[in-house]
């Protein structure tokens, strides 16, 4: 069987491009209640509060940059061209930026917006608000292109496909406890895939896999590449 390495990440890969991640010490669930911030429901109840997250988010995520466990990433996609896919779970974009091609965003991406009435997605203004117009419908029903809690993520027959394919699955930088995504190592592994967690310390999910590498993602995924 052909050689098939799907990488999944988590906001740990860019914790050291200077964006938070939401459930180590400090992180983004410490500041903010997710309920409030990540699901449909808070958004129906106060939509301001919601846009002023991720403006904020869209900007640092602007101003950061990628990075040396996102050039590794990019650089193995083109020393395997066609045997590399790339599952994020980031919306901040790093990875693209970084020259990663095969890419699937499953949790959308926080630079781009998306009409509530009429589905038209576009690229988002730095600033979302409750008076922002569709440009395609005029409605001011605009949300960040994100996935909230209780919404299906983004390509996942497309993710599955790759799975399916995977001899290798490789878990960067996530606490393993967000569905689907936090499930994929036990798919992966079902079918045959040789599992790697690359991690800071050991997550919720590290028992599941065949080998655990702990420290940065920016030290030790470049050494995984290379
Ligand atoms: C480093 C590092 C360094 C730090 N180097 N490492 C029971 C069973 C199954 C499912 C459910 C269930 N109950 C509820 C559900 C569904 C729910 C869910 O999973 N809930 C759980 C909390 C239990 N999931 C959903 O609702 C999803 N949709 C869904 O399930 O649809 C139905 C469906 C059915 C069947 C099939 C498929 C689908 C949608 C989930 C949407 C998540 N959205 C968010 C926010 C939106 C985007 C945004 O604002 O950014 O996505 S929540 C947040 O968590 C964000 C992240 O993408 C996601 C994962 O977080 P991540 O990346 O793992 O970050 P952290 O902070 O948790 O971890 C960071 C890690 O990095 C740590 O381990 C550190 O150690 C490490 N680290 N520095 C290396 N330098």
Redesign the pocket.
């Known amino acids: 069987m052909p050689e098939s390495i799907v990488i999944l990440?988590?906001?740990?890969?860019s914790?050291?491009s200077g964006l938070?991640?939401?459930?180590?010490a400090g992180?983004?669930?410490d500041q903010y209640e997710?309920e409030d911030?990540?699901t449909p429901e808070g958004f129906a109840r106060n939509p301001a509060l919601v846009h002023d997250?991720?403006n904020t988010?869209r900007e640092n995520a602007a101003l950061a940059r990628p990075n040396a466990?996102h050039e590794a990433l990019a650089r193995l996609e083109r020393l395997l061209p066609g045997r590399v896919t790339l599952i994020?779970?980031?919306?901040?974009g790093l990875h693209e930026r970084a020259g990663s091609r095969r890419l699937y965003a499953?949790?959308?991406r926080?630079d781009r917006a998306v009409c509530a009435a009429c589905a038209h997605c576009w690229p988002s203004p730095p600033q979302l608000s409750t008076q922002t117009a569709c440009p395609a419908c005029g409605q001011s029903t605009c949300r960040?292109d994100?996935?909230?809690?209780?919404?299906?993520?983004y390509h996942?027959d497309e993710i599955e496909q790759a799975l399916r394919r995977a001899t290798q699955l490789v878990v960067?930088?996530?606490?393993?406890?967000?569905?689907?995504?936090?499930?994929f190592v036990e798919v992966a592994g079902q079918l045959g895939a040789y599992t790697v967690e690359?991690?800071?310390?050991r997550?919720?999910a590290s028992d599941a896999f065949d080998r655990v590498i702990e420290?940065?993602?920016?030290e030790?995924v470049p050494a995984w590449v290379d």
């Open positions: 990440t988590g906001a740990g890969v914790a050291e938070g991640t939401f459930r180590d992180g983004i669930w997710l911030v990540a997250f991720y988010r466990a994020t779970q980031n919306i901040d499953m949790h959308g926080v960040p994100v996935v909230w809690f209780g919404e299906m993520p996942l960067i930088g996530t606490s393993g406890t967000v569905y689907p995504a936090a499930g690359i991690n800071l310390g997550s919720e420290g940065p993602a920016s030790v």
